[in-house]
């Protein structure tokens, strides 16, 4: 296990690997039951959707830690499931199967840009101090993540400044919805504020970031995943966990395998990419759809690859000299990019959105994991979660919350970096920073950030430092969201 990870030399232990593969797993289970619930509401059966996504977690995961030996976990994306069901299901009139394939082709896109070193090249171009800026804006927005699971905020909306519900134009005048509602969007008149804490769970998460934060400053060894395991066992008598809700059947393993021959390789069937592409009026509308996937995946595995790989030296300046000089596979990065890149892919082929490299990797990763190791210890155990799903459900939500809220302030140093004395440096990465945790979004605070980052340059005269590739990119950033708006 030394020889094969590699842990002397990059300054971890067996111990420390497996702490930071449990942390990583609490902070990210949570898709287990979440993913289900987004995409069964296109008609996707849930139990399917459970396994399919244990199993696109479980192989991608694997391939990240043996392959590339980093400590980094995938699982189907959080945002990318809502546009598969909102946006391409009910709000462009696809099925679910036209949507796995397209989920499918996507993931052959990125195969053939990392295989083709067109993701080497992004990185590449992108300049060090919008790269220090990502780091830090990654830090924030896991800290939201947190302080959201936490339920410290809430948001107030009126009829007014609601804008859509359930995918359609909001009339105030409807007064029922078929099925319920499950989706309201509202404008800028939304405000957030705090809680008053006269929720159990609200009080739960303040308890578990005091002890959390206790544990780190007396440098107590596995404080992070302590700090989860504490806060789950206060979570029972505070009845934030009710234990005699725990359902050992809703998600047996019989039910999900008789459910997942239903998603199973519905990709490449007569109602997936065979009706899909049988329409000819359609392909720009689906070309246009598939490439809004592609550019979302990219980016937020390039934005977590740079904001928390650089400052912890899992990617070392040895393996960015190897990224930018060898060839093939020389560099950890190479293999990291690879092995994402095959993650959407595997997912479509089993019915699951798009597989994404996980920011709350990051959890593990400030708990001391270094190596592939790591990942692996995450994947077995979402591996086990097929027989334990009843248990993994038991950790609430305000109990990985601290986690996620420490490892963001950790991160916030990438800042320290960024020369915000000169706004040609601080604007751009004002933008890439803070509209990453304010959009929810690594890739469109990377695209507000290469869009101020090209504006500045082209202010001040020095458009010629601006790399072809960022232009591209930029360009690309800009048609997306034109394309969104026409979707």
Known sequence: MEKFFKLKENGTTVTTEFLAGLTTFFAMSYIIFVNPNILSKTGMPFQAVFLSTIIATVVSTLVMGLFANVPYALAPGMGLNAFFTFTVVFGLGFTWQEALAMVFICGLFNIFITVTKVRKMIIKAIPVSMQHAIGGGIGIFIAYIGLKNAN????????????????????????????????????????????????PGALLAVIGLIITVFLLLKKVR??????????????????????????????????????????????????GIVKLFSDPARLPLVLMTIFAFSLSDTFDTLGTFIGTGRKT??????????????????????????????????????GTSNTTTYVESAAGIGAGGRTGLTAVVTAGLFLLS?????????????????????VGVMMLSSFADVKW???????????????????????????????????????????????????????????????????
């Open 152 to 199: 410290l905020l809430e948001f107030l909306s009126d009829s007014k400044t609601i804008t859509q519900v359930n995918g359609a134009a909001y009339n105030v005048a409807t007064e029922a919805y078929k099925g319920g509602v499950f989706s309201v969007n509202s404008n800028g008149g939304i405000v957030p504020s705090l809680v008053n804490f006269t929720s």
């Open 222 to 271: 596995g404080a992070i995943l302590i700090g989860i395991v504490l806060t789950t066992l206060l979570a029972i008598p505070m009845g934030v966990v009710d234990l005699s809700k725990v359902s050992f059947e809703s998600n047996s393993l019989g039910a999900a395998f008789n459910d997942l021959g239903t998603t199973f390789m519905a990709a490449f069937g007569s109602e």
């Open 313 to 350: 030296g899992i990617f070392s300046e040895e393996d960015e000299r190897q990224l930018e000089n060898g060839s093939g596979f020389s560099s950890k990065m190479d293999k990291a990019l690879f092995a994402d890149a095959i993650g959407t892919s595997i997912g479509a082929v089993f």
């Open 386 to 406: 097929t027989l334990l799903a009843p248990f993994v459900g038991i950790v609430p939500a305000e109990a990985t919350a601290p986690a996620l809220i420490i």
């Open 421 to 487: 004395d000169e706004l040609d440096e601080a604007i751009p990465a004002f933008f890439a920073g803070i509209f990453m945790a304010l959009c929810y979004s690594i890739s469109y605070g990377i695209a507000a950030g290469f869009i101020f980052y090209c504006l500045v340059k082209v202010i001040t005269g020095k458009s010629k430092d601006i790399h072809p590739i960022l232009w591209v990119a930029t360009g690309l950033f800009i048609l997306n969201f034109i394309i969104l708006a026409l979707l």
